[in-house]
Every structure is written in C-alpha cells, then in structure tokens.
C-alpha cells in the first residue's frame, strides 16, 4: 500500500483546511486509515482514524473540530479542520493499516506541514 499525503498549508487561526490521503497499491487489504501529527520536539500522536467500517476514533483535543471521511471510489481518506488552533501547528501523516495472510502491516504517507498562525 502507498499513500499520497495533501493538503497542508498556512491558516489563521480559526480557519479551516483539509487533508487529502490517497491510497494505491492493494487498498482492499486496507482496515484502517489513520491520521498522525508531530510538532517539533514533540512525540507523533494520533489525531483520527476511520475503520473499513466507517467506525472513527479522535483525539480529545480535535473532537468537534476534525472530521474524518473516506471516499472508496478514490480511495482517499479525509481531514477536514475547523477552528484550527496555533497548537494544531505540526506536520500531518497518514497510516493505513493492511491485512495479509493474518498478519498486519503499516504503511506511512509523506508528511503534509499544518501551520497556524495567531
């Protein structure tokens, strides 16, 4: 599985932006898509994921402000953000988690840098 990673950029504070991660390679072996960030300085955490079964999980801080969507057609999964706030400044990731054979494997899109400006 490979992952393309969009969509970061220069906000406000209070705006909005969303990122883009589109799958390739073998995408039905795909059980979830996760969203990660690291700040400098800071340990890589994971900010929302969404199962194959549309089930999603978020960080405290995000909830009611971060939406997580797939789109299966494209193969793309989803973050949109709102009232971004200076600390949600960090480089995004995304991780698809994959199924083979009973044996799960972890793949890393580039990351995309989210800047929030005060």
């Known amino acids: 599985v490979q992952l393309q990673a969009s969509g970061g950029g220069l906000v406000q504070a209070g705006g909005s932006l969303t990122l883009s991660c589109a799958a390739s390679g073998s995408t039905s072996r795909i059980t979830a898509i996760g969203w990660y960030r690291q700040a400098p300085g800071k340990r890589r955490e994971l900010v929302a994921v969404?199962?194959?079964?549309?089930?999603?999980n978020y960080l405290d801080s995000v909830k009611g402000r971060f939406t997580i969507s797939r789109d299966n057609a494209k193969n793309t999964v989803y973050l949109q953000m709102n009232s971004l706030k200076p600390e949600d400044t960090a480089t995004y990731y995304c991780?698809?988690?994959?199924?083979?054979?009973?044996?799960?494997?972890?793949?890393w899109g580039q990351g995309t840098l989210v800047t929030v400006s005060s």
């Open positions: 969404i199962s194959s079964s549309n089930r999603t």
């Open positions: 991780n698809a988690e994959s199924r083979s054979n009973s044996r799960l494997a972890y793949n």
